[in-house]
């Protein structure tokens, strides 16, 4: 009976049509290349942008005059919007198409990681940092449907591991420029984030050079040759979003499910990772950088492996096998306290996370109602956000009860044991991950990309495929006869 449920993790080999990873790769044209890495670095923006927050929270926490724990109210208020982001944008660019709806985003993205430089309160930072999730929660939508739907499904397993971990380069860049460049500052803290905005500036000015997603160029061509108008297509676009709810509302609640727990085990072991070493292992902020920087070169070995692997074990399997690698290091993460040791736990750790994370694109892209691949992928990874948007605050607050004594010079000194806290956290979370996916759909090597857009009728259906040669050319048999 086990068996045959592992048995059954593994995409069928008939399900699978790839000619192979190579010539797929060697197929591919220049602009399915550059959507791809532009989708890339606009997430990666994303991230970058984030974890300025988080690689200064002590510095932040003085420049307020506040408590760490009441700092990381910053980083739930910037997860909780990410929802309103995720809904606003996803639509607009499923109705729209996927250009100048991520283009704008990116800006917002610029204009409010440059606001957070100016801010010289903490009540103004918590504002901006709330504008900011808003602007932050539509780009993961945008940029994975856009890097991925132009690519052939053979290409899709690996493409997608490499697309998530420009969330592992984000942090990794921040990190460095924390380590290299901040302290040589004279603006402080404040540079981190002046770089961020130029970095998504200039992903909105590569985007912008662009052509259209081909999915949508296709589609438009279908529905000028229908004569159709804008507001014809709007109200279509409505109609079949809510027939798209109707039929799917139970896979939304699953994927909202599936994203919690992928997003407290992110949440988990990111966000106050550096915290933790500061204060519970007593490195200096120099050291907690390097690790940081260690932990997220193993989240980008993670994520390309793991996604590579899942084009052909399956997705829920490659998540599944990522994630008890995680369970089973998480001793090396909480108990050394030297840096070799703990920087490899950091190593291997995020390996696991940022690896089931690799998978989560293509699982969410093929999982989705296919002409909703920005709305429905990105509300579901927002929502997961919102949920787990206060992993930071459960954290701080546990470590607060939780303490443990160090030597800090010659002399003891108490303080908040975040190495017990992230232990249990992390261990709990693991469990609940494994048990959502195990349980779940998957709908390994779905050809999405054939699929109707949501503004053509009949989108909202599953089976409603795109056959743009053919409808055209009834169109014009239609306008000859008239």
Same mark, same amino acid.
Not at 119 to 124: D, H, I, K
Not at 398 to 405: D, I, M, R, V, W
């Given at each position: 009976?086990?068996?045959?449920?592992?048995?059954?993790?593994?995409?069928?080999?008939?399900?699978?049509?790839?000619?192979?990873?190579?010539?797929?790769?060697?197929?591919?044209?220049?602009?399915?290349?550059?959507?791809?890495?532009?989708? $890339?670095?606009? $997430?990666?923006?994303?991230?970058?942008?984030?974890?300025?927050?988080?690689?200064?929270?002590?510095?932040?926490? &003085?420049?307020?005059?506040?408590?760490?724990?009441?700092?990381?109210?910053?980083?739930?208020?910037?997860?909780?919007?990410?929802?309103?982001?995720?809904?606003?944008? %996803?639509?607009?660019?499923? !109705?729209?198409?996927?250009?100048?709806?991520?283009?704008?985003?990116?800006?917002?993205?610029?204009?409010?990681?440059?606001?957070?430089?100016?801010?010289?309160?903490?009540?103004? /930072?918590?504002?901006?940092?709330?504008?900011?999730?808003?602007?932050?929660?539509?780009?993961? %939508?945008?940029?994975?449907?856009? @890097?991925?739907?132009? +690519?052939?499904?053979?290409?899709?397993?690996?493409?997608?591991?490499? +697309?998530?971990?420009?969330?592992?380069? %984000?942090?990794?860049?921040?990190?460095?420029?924390? +380590?290299?460049?901040?302290?040589?500052?004279?603006?402080?803290?404040?540079?981190?984030?002046?770089?961020?905005?130029?970095?998504?500036?200039?992903?909105?000015?590569?985007?912008?050079?662009?052509?259209?997603?081909?999915?949508?160029? !296709?589609?438009?061509?279908?529905?000028?040759?229908?004569?159709?108008?804008?507001? =014809?297509?709007? &109200?279509?676009?409505?109609?079949?979003?809510?027939?798209?709810? &109707?039929?799917? $509302?139970?896979?939304?609640?699953?994927?909202?499910?599936?994203?919690? *727990?992928?997003?407290?085990?992110s949440h988990g072991s990111q966000d106050l990772y550096p915290t933790y070493l500061e204060v519970t292992k007593g490195f200096s902020s120099r050291d907690a950088s390097?690790?940081?920087?260690?932990?997220?070169? %193993?989240?980008?070995?993670?994520?390309?492996?793991?996604?590579?692997?899942?084009?052909?074990?399956?997705?829920?399997?490659?998540?599944?096998?990522?994630?008890?690698?995680?369970? @089973? /290091?998480?001793?090396? $993460?909480?108990?050394?306290?030297?840096?070799?040791?703990?920087?490899?736990?950091?190593?291997?750790?995020?390996? *696991?996370?940022?690896?089931?994370?690799?998978?989560?694109?293509? =699982?969410?892209?093929?999982?989705?109602?296919?002409?909703?691949?920005?709305?429905?992928?990105?509300?579901?990874?927002?929502?997961?956000?919102?949920?787990?948007?206060?992993?930071?605050?459960?954290?701080?607050?546990?470590?607060?009860?939780?303490?443990?004594?160090?030597?800090?010079?010659?002399?003891? &000194?108490?303080?908040?044991?975040?190495?017990?806290?992230?232990?249990?956290?992390?261990?709990?979370?693991?469990?609940y991950v494994v048990l959502v996916t195990l349980f779940g759909p998957e709908h390994h090597s779905s050809h999405f990309e054939n699929h109707k857009t949501a503004f053509?009728?009949?989108?909202?259906?599953?089976?409603?495929?795109?056959?743009?040669?053919?409808?055209?050319?009834?169109?014009?048999?239609?306008?000859?006869?008239?």
């Open positions: 009976m086990a068996l045959q449920f592992l048995r059954n993790l593994i995409p069928k080999r008939e399900a699978n049509t790839s000619a192979g990873l190579l010539p797929a790769i060697r197929s591919l044209k220049l602009i399915q290349i550059t959507h791809f890495w532009v989708g $890339w670095l606009a $997430w990666t923006c994303d991230a970058l942008d984030f974890f300025t927050v988080s690689l200064t929270l002590s510095t932040l926490a &003085k420049q307020f005059d506040v408590t760490t724990q009441k700092l990381t109210t910053a980083i739930t208020l910037t997860l909780l919007f990410r929802s309103v982001g995720a809904v606003v944008f %996803g639509i607009l660019s499923d !109705r729209f198409g996927r250009k100048w709806p991520l283009v704008c985003n990116l800006v917002l993205c610029c204009a409010f990681s440059l606001a957070s430089g100016f801010v010289n309160t903490y009540p103004q /930072f918590l504002a901006v940092r709330s504008l900011f999730g808003i602007a932050m929660g539509g780009i993961w %939508g945008l940029a994975s449907s856009s @890097a991925l739907e132009n +690519l052939p499904v053979e290409v899709r397993g690996l493409a997608s591991g490499i +697309l998530q971990e420009g969330y592992a380069v %984000g942090y990794l860049i921040a990190a460095v420029i924390n +380590l290299g460049v901040v302290p040589h500052s004279p603006y402080g803290w404040r540079t981190l984030f002046w770089f961020g905005a130029g970095v998504s500036f200039l992903a909105a000015c590569l985007r912008a050079l662009l052509p259209e997603s081909e999915v949508f160029l !296709r589609a438009k061509a279908i529905e000028r040759a229908r004569g159709a108008t804008t507001t =014809q297509k709007t &109200k279509v676009f409505l109609h079949e979003t809510k027939e798209m709810l &109707k039929l799917h $509302w139970k896979l939304c609640i699953y994927a909202v499910l599936l994203m919690s *727990g992928f997003n407290f085990l390097i690790a940081t920087i260690i932990g997220n070169c %193993g989240a980008i070995a993670g994520g390309a492996v793991a996604g590579y692997s899942s084009q052909y074990i399956g997705r829920r399997l490659s998540i599944v096998i990522c994630v008890l690698l995680v369970g @089973a /290091f998480i001793p090396l $993460w909480i108990l050394p306290n030297t840096f070799g040791p703990l920087s490899a736990g950091a190593f291997f750790i995020q390996f *696991g996370v940022q690896g089931a994370w690799g998978v989560i694109p293509i =699982q969410l892209a093929e999982l989705s109602p296919p002409a909703f691949r920005a709305t429905f992928p990105g509300v579901a990874y927002q929502l997961g956000n919102m949920v787990s948007s206060a992993s930071s605050q459960i954290e701080a607050t546990a470590g607060n009860s939780l303490t443990t004594t160090i030597t800090v010079n010659g002399q003891a &000194k108490t303080v908040q044991d975040y190495a017990t806290v992230q232990g249990i956290f992390i261990g709990t979370v693991a469990a053509e009728e009949g989108g909202g259906q599953d089976d409603a495929v795109m056959d743009d040669d053919r409808e055209i050319h009834e169109e014009d048999e239609k306008g000859s006869d008239v």
